[in-house]
């Protein structure tokens, strides 16, 4: 979702701005702009579209060495020139960006602003009258800025322009994600550490309510009554050559091969010396107290969540509930006695799974968060977190953090299964290194599988997959990321189901994806297949070696059938990858979509 740069110091301001933007990309965005300050005065591009677009309204005279710059995706008012950040002031001495949604806008217009006219339709304007109008009233810039922050209502990553000190930047966070970066001679704003990498790896982590004076020498953290707050940064560890596609068309693509890497990246890092698993105590302890677990998540981790119940109620046998951030935040189900909370989120921000989080440690409840960014701030907030280290993904399609997902979940779930006593004939690590094998034979079948995208779906507007036990999970994620990034309609249902509805959609050639890797299901499933076929659709049935049956248009290389999804769902990400591909889409960065969902 919106991002947001800032950058003081020598170097070439705006080029830092539109590279960090640039690096903000994968986030989704649908307008971006930057402001950049100098003797002569603010200087404001805003441009509707890509970075690229921007770029070439941007003026290559105007120098500076202070600026601030941001990617909108929009929730008040359209994309266009006028709604993209910055804002400014009505006398344009401040110049503003913002991340979050300001829930109390309406309410603050009228409080402190009426009469006042607004260029813009969006929720962040006020935000910079205000401050205009409390210096006005007399207050320094820090306390109108202060002041302003401490009527919001709603989240925010702001990042503030004085035109008339060219030193400071004023920068402040609640619940968006918001880093302050120290360089040499110079200091850095960014949403994502990824942005400003280009000029540092020393971050400032902020906590929500604080607000931050940023100069080229300093960088003063304080809290909204301006006490001052000490704080060490932490260096980010993050391969710069992680984030570029290398000879990769589209991120999308690498990030799928590079699964079986991530799976044995993971089987490193959660084996001790002698091969045995290894986990943090306090996590172990954590599992063993719960009565029940509640997994909060969404998209595709909400998908991994389902799997993981299976996981952890067949091997570890807790109880488990899988909810949807969104619905739980507004609807908490009745809890049990001792509860644990499991956030999975590739991001670590999700703004609905944070709200969520808020809630329980309220309550006084212990959190788990499986992420793939450890300092983000579902990670923070809770009392454990688990990393995924999948490296940074980029492409709004989420892949190889949903499997490094599945993995580690298998993992929690044998681990704490292992030290209740219970006896397993699993061997994890030694598993994982099969799927690990068997994705890589799957990479291999690029070929095969641009085939079956066109065979079945790059022609059509929708499509269904089915699928019993973990199979139809694996099918609410193949369809998920079918619809995301080639906008065909697609549909995971449960075999059983379709006679319960869905099967009245099925006509002549509906492409009809179904899954076959669980031995109990098999014969059922094949069943349901018979029946759409009977209704003229176009099956395209995946199964398992060892369970395969004449017809089968592909067949996934055996490994332990509970890590069947781990495997399954790669030529279902590689089919809806080709699909995209072949429709013409802008695979990595899907319209109205954004890789991090900062708003609620
Ligand atoms: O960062 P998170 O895992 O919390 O993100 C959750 C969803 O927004 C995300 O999985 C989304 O569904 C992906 N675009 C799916 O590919």
Redesign the pocket.
């Known amino acids: 979702m919106c991002g947001i740069v800032g950058y003081i110091g020598d170097k070439d301001t705006k080029e830092i701005l539109l590279r960090g933007l640039e690096k903000l990309e994968y986030r989704g965005y649908d307008s971006a702009g930057i402001a950049v300050l100098n003797d002569e005065g603010v200087h404001v591009f805003k441009e509707k579209g890509r970075i690229a677009a921007l770029r070439e309204i941007v003026d290559p005279a105007s120098e500076g060495s202070i600026g601030i710059g941001h990617t909108r995706w929009a929730t008040h008012g359209v994309p266009n020139r006028v709604n993209a950040h910055p804002h400014q002031s009505s006398t344009s001495r401040f110049t503003l960006v913002h991340n979050g949604v300001i829930e109390n806008y309406e309410q603050l217009k009228r409080e402190f602003l009426s009469g006042h006219e607004f260029i813009s339709e969006t929720d962040t304007e006020v935000i910079v009258q205000m401050i205009e109008k409390f210096t006005e009233e007399g207050l320094s810039v820090e306390e109108a800025f202060r002041k302003a922050l401490q009527q919001l209502k709603g989240s925010y990553a702001i990042a503030l322009l004085d035109k008339q000190d060219q030193d400071t930047i004023y920068v402040a966070k609640n619940k968006s994600p918001l880093l302050v970066g120290v360089g040499e001679d110079c200091n850095v704003v960014a949403s994502d550490a990824m942005a400003m990498l280009q000029v540092t790896d020393q971050f400032l982590e902020l906590m929500d309510k604080e607000m931050v004076i940023v100069t080229k020498e300093s960088t003063t953290i304080k809290d909204l009554d301006g006490n001052v707050i000490a704080r060490q940064p932490y260096t980010a560890e993050i391969d710069a050559s992680d984030i570029e596609k290398g000879t990769y068309p589209h991120y999308m693509l690498k990030e799928i091969d590079e699964q079986p890497f991530v799976i044995r990246k993971i089987i490193q890092n959660y084996q001790d010396e002698s091969g045995k698993l290894k986990l943090d105590e306090s996590i172990r302890k954590a599992m063993k107290e719960a009565d029940r677990l509640y997994i909060v998540?969404?998209?595709?981790?909400y998908h991994a969540g389902l799997i993981g119940k299976q996981f952890i109620e067949k091997m570890a046998k807790i109880p488990v509930e899988v909810h949807i951030g969104s619905e739980f935040a507004y609807n908490m189900p009745l809890l049990s006695e001792n509860p644990l909370f499991i956030f999975i989120?590739?991001?670590g921000?999700?703004a609905d799974?944070r709200a969520v989080l808020v809630q329980i440690k309220k309550l006084g409840y212990k959190a788990l968060t499986i992420t793939n960014v450890p300092g983000s701030t579902l990670s923070r907030e809770a009392d454990f977190t688990l990393p995924l280290y999948a490296g940074p993904e980029i492409a709004?399609?989420?892949t190889k953090?949903y499997t490094a997902q599945l993995a580690v979940l298998a993992i929690l779930a044998v681990d704490v299964a292992q030290s209740k006593g219970i006896t397993l004939e699993f061997n994890p690590l030694k598993e994982l290194a099969i799927v690990a094998n068997a994705m890589e034979t799957m990479c291999d079948s690029k070929e095969e599988m641009t085939k079956i995208a066109d065979e079945y779906l790059s022609a059509h507007r929708n499509s269904f997959f089915l699928g019993r036990g973990v199979d139809f999970y694996v099918c609410l994620e193949g369809a998920?990321?079918l619809k995301?990034i080639s906008y065909i309609q697609a549909e995971g249902f449960a075999g059983g189901e379709l006679k319960h509805g869905p099967i009245a959609l099925i006509e002549t050639d509906t492409p009809v994806v179904a899954l076959a890797t669980q031995e109990n299901v098999n014969l059922s499933i094949r069943g349901n297949v018979k029946e759409v076929v009977a209704r003229g659709a176009n099956p395209c049935i995946i199964s398992m070696k060892g369970l395969e049956a004449e017809g089968d248009r592909f067949v996934i290389p055996a490994v332990h059938e509970l890590l069947a999804p781990l495997v399954s769902v790669v030529p279902l990400q590689l089919i809806s990858y080709y699909a995209a591909l072949h429709r013409g889409c802008d695979v990595d960065k899907p319209r109205n979509?954004a890789k991090?969902?900062t708003v609620e």
């Open positions: 998540a969404s998209g595709t981790s989120s590739q991001s921000e999700t799974s709004v399609a989420s953090a998920l990321k995301e979509l991090s969902v």
